[in-house]
Antibody
Framework: QVQLVESGGGVVQPGRSLRLSCTASEFSFSDYAMHWVRQAPGKGLEWVALISYHGNTKYYADSVRGRFTLSRDNSKNTLYLQMDSLRAEDTAVYYC?????????????????WGQGTLVTVSS | SVLTQPPSASGTPGQRVTISCSGSNSNIGSNIVNWYQQLPGTAPKVLIYSNNERPSGVPDRFSGSKSGTSASLAISGLQSEDEADYYCSTWDDSLNGWVFGGGTKLTVL
C-alpha cells in the first residue's frame, strides 16, 4: 500500500525557517508529480505547491510564492518543502499528497494518497 | 476561498443531501472537479474525481455532477459514518494552481 510519511514539523519563531520532508514508499516515486496541501487549525484545505515528477516544473500558491521552495530527491524517494520567512498564518498541518496520474496534465488529475500530516506552528 | 461551499449541511439517516460548490470560468468552468472527504482527525481522501467518477471502494451512494461554473456532491441513503467535512477542488487557470472550497461540515442528525 502506498505510504507517505511527513516529518520536520515543529514550533518555529516568525521569520525563521523550517524544512519538511515527505518519504514515499510502495510506488514508483519518480514517476509522479507530488503536492503539499496545508490546513490551518480548525480551517479548510489550502493547496500549497506542486512539483513535477522530474522536479523541473513547480507551481506555488500566491500565499507562499517567494518564501517556500519545493524540491525532490528521486533517489531517496523524498519530497522536501523549504519554508523561509515563516509567518503566523503559515501555522497549519502540512500534508504531502501524490498525484494520481503520471501525466503532466496536472489539472486533469487528483490527489489519490495523502500522508498523515505534520504540524508547523509559527509563534514567538 | 475561491470556490464557495455552504459551511454546513445536515440530514437524517436514509435521507439524500446535496452539497454545492460554486466557482468561475477560470476554475470550475474550465476544469474537472474533485471531491474529498475528511473524517475527524484524519487526512482527506478522494471521494469523487473528474466531476462524477468514483474511486474503487467508494460506495455508489456518493455521486458528483458539474454544470457550467458549479458542481455538486450528492449523498443518498445517509449514514452516521458520513459525518465529515467535504471539500470540492479544481484547477484554476488564472492562479495556475489547485483551489479548494471552504469545506462543508455534514452532520447526520
Amino acid at each position: 500500500q502506498v505510504q507517505l510519511v511527513e516529518s520536520g514539523g515543529g514550533v518555529v519563531q516568525p521569520g525563521r525557517s523550517l524544512r519538511l520532508s515527505c518519504t514515499a514508499s510502495e510506488f514508483s516515486f519518480s514517476d509522479y508529480a507530488m503536492h503539499w496541501v496545508r490546513q490551518a487549525p480548525g480551517k479548510g484545505l489550502e493547496w500549497v505547491a506542486l512539483i513535477s515528477y522530474h522536479g523541473n516544473t513547480k507551481y506555488y500558491a500566491d500565499s507562499v510564492r517567494g518564501r517556500f521552495t519545493l524540491s525532490r530527491d528521486n533517489s531517496k524517494n523524498t519530497l522536501y518543502l523549504q519554508m523561509d520567512s515563516l509567518r503566523a498564518e503559515d501555522t497549519a498541518v502540512y500534508y504531502c499528497a501524490k498525484q494520481q496520474s503520471r501525466s503532466g496534465y496536472y489539472y486533469l488529475s487528483y490527489f489519490d494518497f495523502w500522508g498523515q500530516g505534520t504540524l508547523v506552528t509559527v509563534s514567538s | 476561498s475561491v470556490l464557495t461551499q455552504p459551511p454546513s449541511a445536515s440530514g437524517t439517516p436514509g435521507q439524500r443531501v446535496t452539497i454545492s460548490c460554486s466557482g468561475s470560468n477560470s476554475n470550475i468552468g474550465s476544469n474537472i472537479v474533485n471531491w474529498y472527504q475528511q473524517l475527524p482527525g484524519t487526512a482527506p481522501k478522494v471521494l469523487i474525481y473528474s466531476n462524477n467518477e468514483r474511486p474503487s471502494g467508494v460506495p455508489d451512494r456518493f455521486s458528483g455532477s458539474k454544470s457550467g461554473t458549479s458542481a455538486s456532491l450528492a449523498i443518498s441513503g445517509l449514514q452516521s459514518e458520513d459525518e465529515a467535512d467535504y471539500y470540492c477542488s479544481t484547477w484554476d487557470d488564472s492562479l495556475n494552481g489547485w483551489v479548494f472550497g471552504g469545506g462543508t461540515k455534514l452532520t447526520v442528525l
